[in-house]
Every structure is written in C-alpha cells, then in structure tokens.
C-alpha cells in the first residue's frame, strides 16, 4: 500500500493539483472516498450511493459553486448520503480513536481548551480511518489533506515546540510520499520544521515549487510509486 500526502501552505494549490492527478490516476482513493469504498465493498451501501457520494468528495461539492440552485441540490444529496452512513461511520471512529488512543489523548492535552479541539480530533479520525481501511484493503490513497498537512494545520493553529510535534507524529503511521508544494520565497518556520521531522523518519519528498510548470514529470513520478 502506498499514501500520497500532499503539503503545503494554505492557497498553494494542493486541492487544484490534486485533482489533476486523480484524472489521470482514477482507480485511487483518498482518505475520505475509501470510507465509502469500503462500505460499499461490504454491502452497506448500494452502488448509485457510492458512485454519487464519491463523485461529490472528489469535486468539492461541499465548497459553493456558480450555479447555487445545482449546488444545494447536490449538497442536499450529499449530506443525505452521509448522514445514512453516519452510525457506521461513528463505530469506525470508535474504533481508530481507540487503536490511536495515545495520539487522541497527546493532541486533546496539547490542544486544552482549544475552541477546535473536537473538530481537529474528528478530521483525524477520519484520515486515520481511511488509512486503516486502505491498509486492510491494500488500496493505494493519494491525498490533498493527509495527516501530515494536518500537523501543519494544528502548528497553524497554536505555537508547537520541535518536542510536540515529533510526540505527536510517533503516534502517527507515516506516508509512504509527500509531495511538497512550496510557495516562491516560503518562508514559514512551522512548516520547515514538519519538513524536517518527517525527513527525519526517511519519508520520500516530491517537490514542487508554485513557478514549475514539469507537472507531466511529477506526474511520472507518481506512476512509477504506483505501478
């Protein structure tokens, strides 16, 4: 199994580069539609729902489009769609929050009294989940928002020590791949150091500065990892 993570800065791109390689590589999953993958794969859900609800998760259905009367629409049936899967959702998270029972535990005592605490805990959860999943199923992932970027989005959040985030990604499975998005003239000491760790753990970089237009080659690049 190979997880691709994306990581950068926000508004640099991850989500409008990710979607041009899921055109290309269309077999993979992310974090989010392996859920549903998997609920289909065991008869929980049919396959219209799964093929609609993953369409959704793909094309950022939940973010507002031109056309408002499609797009609540396709949000109506989108949240349908999840809310009839919400109780088997909440058992899996049970279940990962207890196989990452350290990692919750570090991150709530880092996070006290945060006002996103319980939102952070749930976007871990889910990648996580989705991790557990693809690992059972050995389903290659590839992801805008993997745990990695959330480490950052927590850094973003409150001031973390080198100590602090080192706990907290041991508690963490590794992605095989990071592909690296960097803003021209980037210079954000969080960031640096969430580099550093993960370097540190012989995680595999893939560059890409916002100025490199040899996206056919990163593109090559990720065909070879999942060949």
């Known amino acids: 199994m190979k997880n691709i993570e994306f990581l950068g800065l926000p508004n640099v791109g991850k989500s409008f580069f990710f979607k041009k390689i899921k055109k290309l590589f269309k077999k993979t999953h992310n974090y989010q539609s392996i859920f549903y993958f998997w609920l289909f794969k065991n008869k929980k859900i049919n396959y219209l ?54 990692f919750f535990k570090k991150l709530s005592n880092f996070l006290k009294f945060h006002k996103e605490t319980d939102r952070l805990s749930k976007l871990f959860a889910d990648i996580l989940l989705g991790y557990e999943l693809a690992k ?5 992932l590839i992801s805008s928002e993997g745990l990695v970027q959330r480490l950052f989005s927590v850094s973003l959040r409150k001031k973390i020590l080198k100590r602090d985030l080192r706990a907290l990604s041991s508690y963490l499975p590794n992605p095989s791949h990071i592909i690296y998005l960097v803003k021209d003239k980037q210079t954000n000491i969080s960031i640096d150091e969430i580099v550093k760790v993960y370097h540190s753990k012989n995680v595999k970089f893939i560059m890409l500065k916002d100025n490199d237009k040899k996206f056919h080659e990163i593109f090559y690049k990720i065909s070879t990892i999942l060949k």
């Open 136 to 140: 059972t199923m050995k389903i290659d």
């Open 49 to 102: 729902s799964y093929k609609l609800i993953v369409h959704f998760i793909f094309n950022e259905i939940t973010d507002y489009k031109k056309n408002k009367y499609l797009f609540f629409f396709q949000r109506k049936i989108y949240f349908f769609l999840k809310t009839k899967s919400s109780s088997e959702l909440e058992i899996q998270h049970n279940k990962v929050k207890k196989k990452y029972r350290l």
